[in-house]
């Protein structure tokens, strides 16, 4: 059975992409934890990040790191935080966020109801830094 994110992937539910290739994908997680809160995940369906081969592995380092500077220059934060957790959705994601502390990556305080606009316009400015 598919996954939530090949479901994404494949257009049959909605995504606000920021990057697209033949082996991966970055959209805006639909609860994140500070504005720009993007996922990084490989087409192919795989559940632990152990199990990718090393090609594919640097490639969505690669594109998490390209995120990551746009997040940085859109927000300004202390850091811009990765981490694979994989726990709750078993497809590899390489979440990439804006933190000004450790406490931004728990996922306790993701924002469970985002407004709609905010999203939008989080896509917005990160896709105008991407295409910098």
Same mark, same amino acid.
């Given at each position: 059975?598919?996954?939530?994110?090949?479901?994404?992937?494949?257009?049959?539910?909605?995504?606000?992409?920021?990057?697209?290739?033949?082996?991966?994908?970055?959209?805006?997680?639909?609860?994140?934890?500070?504005?720009?809160?993007?996922? #990084?995940?490989?087409?192919?369906?795989?559940?632990?990040?152990?199990?990718?081969?090393?090609?594919?592995?640097?490639?969505?380092?690669? #594109?998490?790191?390209?995120?990551? #500077?746009?997040?940085?220059?859109?927000?300004?934060?202390?850091?811009?935080?990765?981490?694979?957790?994989?726990?709750?959705?078993?497809?590899?994601?390489?979440?990439?966020?804006?933190?000004?502390? #450790?406490?931004?990556?728990?996922?306790?305080?993701?924002?469970?109801?985002?407004?709609?606009?905010?999203?939008?316009?989080?896509?917005?400015?990160?896709?105008?830094?991407?295409?910098?």
């Amino acid at each position: 059975m598919a996954t939530i994110f090949t479901s994404i992937i494949e257009g049959e539910l909605p995504g606000r992409f920021l990057y697209r290739d033949e082996r991966c994908v970055a959209f805006l997680t639909i609860e994140p934890l500070s504005p720009g809160h993007t996922l #990084v995940v490989p087409i192919r369906e795989i559940d632990h990040w152990i199990d990718m081969d090393d090609d594919l592995a640097g490639h969505l380092m690669a #594109v998490a790191r390209r995120i990551g #500077v746009a997040i940085d220059e859109v927000y300004q934060p202390e850091k811009v935080g990765l981490m694979i957790a994989g726990l709750e959705v078993p497809h590899v994601h390489i979440h990439v966020t804006a933190i000004n502390g #450790v406490h931004d990556l728990d996922f306790a305080r993701a924002d469970r109801n985002p407004d709609p606009a905010d999203l939008d316009e989080a896509h917005a400015r990160l896709s105008a830094a991407l295409a910098q």
